[in-house]
């Protein structure tokens, strides 16, 4: 796929994230990795809602600006996934207002953020890991980011939203909105006993469809928050 036409992605998927409210103000940013190494990454300050093609950043393998307006001050979080995950070729961060409040709740596992609560958001998303607090363009977060091994194509940063990889910015997206539907379920049904995917549910997934979870994802029992 040519330049231009991952630019026009970057503003048609941003603006229907804005859209439907996934995504509000100047939050969130979106980067493609290109084939020559550099990265394609909307600019600092802008409305995913109302992007300009000619203005998206490119930055070179380095992450020195090559074109665009600046960009993000998000770069060292985007830096650290594709560094740990070889494979991901977008990520998508949100501020989607679910998951944010996902990351706020006292009973929340880190290694496994939601319980397997339905087969699409384990085929989308996988697993999710929630990281502590960092304020938004700490470089620290890379740090924790790696710290995850590249096991996790979704993460939760605490009070502030998920980031989300895929092999494409299709699938960086659609994981995001079920990462988003998904921590909607879990907060709707919280301290109503729901009925969640079985140990042997999920591994009939993992075969099926040739998922690659953690390690040891099927010990990772989420807890039931008190009443």
């Not at 992605?9 to 084939?35: A, Y």
């Not at 307006?69 to 070729?89: C, F, M, N, Q």
């Not at 539907?181 to 075969?207: F, G």
Request: charged share 20%.
């Amino acid at each position: 796929m040519s330049e231009n036409s991952l630019r026009e992605d970057i503003c048609r998927f941003g603006r229907s994230l804005f859209e439907r409210g996934l995504t509000p103000g100047s939050s969130g940013n979106i980067s493609i990795r290109l084939d020559d190494g550099g990265w394609l990454v909307t600019p600092t300050n802008a409305s995913l809602g109302f992007l300009d093609p000619a203005r998206i950043t490119r930055l070179d393998g380095k992450g020195n600006l090559v074109s665009g307006d600046r960009p993000t001050k998000e770069i060292p979080l985007h830096s650290a996934v594709y560094e740990t995950r070889p494979g991901a070729r977008a990520i998508v961060h949100l501020h989607s207002t679910h998951a944010v409040a996902l990351t706020m709740l006292p009973e929340i596992d880190p290694r496994a953020a939601l319980p397997p609560m339905t087969p699409y958001y384990l085929m989308r998303a996988g697993q999710t890991a929630l990281i502590p607090y960092y304020r938004p363009g700490d470089p620290a977060v890379a740090d924790a980011i790696r710290g995850l091994s590249g096991q996790y194509s979704s993460i939760l940063l605490a009070n502030h939203g998920p980031v989300v990889a895929g092999d494409s910015l299709e699938a960086a997206v659609f994981a995001t909105e079920e990462l988003e539907e998904t921590a909607r379920l879990y907060l709707l049904l919280r301290n109503l006993n729901p009925r969640y995917l079985t140990p042997d549910q999920v591994d009939d997934l993992v075969k099926t469809f040739g998922l690659t979870l953690p390690a040891g994802h099927e010990h990772h029992d989420h807890e039931e928050p008190s009443a």
